[in-house]
T-cell receptor, first 111, second 110 residues
Framework: TQLLEQSPQFLSIQEGENLTVYCNSS?????LQWYRQEPGEGPVLLVTVVTGGEVKKLKRLTFQFGDARKDSSLHITAAQPGDTGLYLCAGYTGTASKLTFGTGTRLQVTL | VTQSSRYLVKRTGEKVFLECVQDMDHENMFWYRQDPGMGLRLIHY???????AKGEVPDGYNVSRSTTEDFPLRLLSAAPSQTSVYFC????????????FGNGTRLTVT
């Protein structure tokens, strides 16, 4: 059972465009993380959000945790080719040690 | 987190052994498989030496945690459905600690 659904699944945009990736669930998460994965490598943590309604910024990336802690979004402003990769959201539920991953959004940014 | 094999090709029915070693003294270790459009799915995990637990897709896989550093994954009889990219990860204590991943092993079962 996939608890976390991401949309869109694929996104191809040009440099300078803005985009938003969504991560939705019917379950409540105690915290949610976003990872980026590049080809041939494992995912790397971008951010952790803990409080409902929390907004965190990482340069041109803005992360928001939904008020009910069931969903999250990632907004990228003025995308660059270096943003290309697979973006994964992941949430902790009842078992603090176990992280459930979303389905992933593959982003390609071209010149 | 080190996964020694980057690519493996096995035949149906063969045994497969995937190594995973971490040097961060993390209590928690995980094995995920990654398939297109499905993100990462948890196979087995361990919250400390001597412990193991089933994840979301445990069937056909076996793990052990005899030391803090090692968490190998075994396929006793490989099947084509187990063709995937396998990632090992570790995590320290603390609810929001990040997962540290290895670079993955691409397993093909013919």
């Amino acid at each position: 059972t996939q608890l976390l659904e991401q949309s869109p699944q694929f996104l191809s945009i040009q440099e300078g465009e803005n985009l938003t990736v969504y991560c939705n669930s019917s379950s409540v998460f105690s915290s949610l993380q976003w990872y980026r994965q590049e080809p041939g490598e494992g995912p790397v943590l971008l951010v952790t959000v803990v409080t409902g309604g929390e907004v965190k910024k990482l340069k041109r990336l803005t992360f928001q945790f939904g008020d009910a802690r069931k969903d999250s979004s990632l907004h990228i402003t003025a995308a660059q080719p270096g943003d290309t990769g697979l973006y994964l959201c992941a949430g902790y539920t009842g078992t603090a040690s176990k992280l459930t991953f979303g389905t992933g959004t593959r982003l390609q940014v071209t010149l | 987190v080190t996964q020694s094999s980057r690519y493996l090709v096995k035949r149906t029915g063969e045994k497969v052994f995937l190594e995973c070693v971490q040097d961060m003294d993390h209590e928690n270790m995980f094995w995920y498989r990654q398939d297109p459009g499905m993100g990462l799915r948890l196979i087995h995990y361990s919250v400390g030496e001597g412990t193991t637990a089933k994840g979301e897709v445990p069937d056909g896989y076996n793990v052990s945690r005899s030391t803090t550093e090692d968490f190998p994954l075994r396929l006793l009889s490989a099947a084509p459905s187990q063709t995937s990219v396998y990632f090992c990860a570790s995590k320290g204590t603390g609810n929001n600690s990040p997962l540290h991943f290895g670079n993955g092993t691409r397993l093909t079962v013919t």
